[in-house]
């Protein structure tokens, strides 16, 4: 059974920061594409970052130098480290797998609150 689960969501204030986590489990994760999507209120689901298997970043304009993606292949986890965060990123965060620009595995989501 393939398994993306992401943790490391809540609240935090503006300016704080979070790293969240996504363990995928069941596939062969080095040779995916692993990216971070989130979705606001009242807003679709839009890509923050993602990775490939190379290690090649790509970052929306939004959050470039606030936040990293990073990969560990032998732990089967991708990570986003979120910093000087704001309210604007407020969304839930999705966890994804691709391989040739096309999704195939997403995960439940965890929620990234900012408020003070």
């Known amino acids: 059974q393939v398994q993306l689960v992401e943790s490391g969501g809540g609240l935090v204030q503006p300016g704080g920061s979070l790293r969240l986590s996504c363990a995928a489990s069941g596939i062969r994760f080095s040779i995916y594409t692993m990216g971070w999507y989130r979705q606001a209120p009242g807003k679709q689901r839009e890509l923050v970052a993602d990775i490939d298997m190379s290690g090649i970043t790509n970052y929306a304009d939004s959050v470039k130098g606030r936040f990293t993606i990073s990969r560990d292949n032998v732990k089967n986890t991708v990570y986003l480290q979120m910093n000087s965060l704001e309210s604007e990123d407020t969304a839930v965060y999705y966890c994804?797998?691709?391989?040739?620009?096309?999704?195939?595995?997403w995960g439940q989501g965890t929620q990234v609150t900012v408020s003070s």
């Open positions: 994804n797998a691709g391989r040739l620009g096309v999704t195939f595995y």
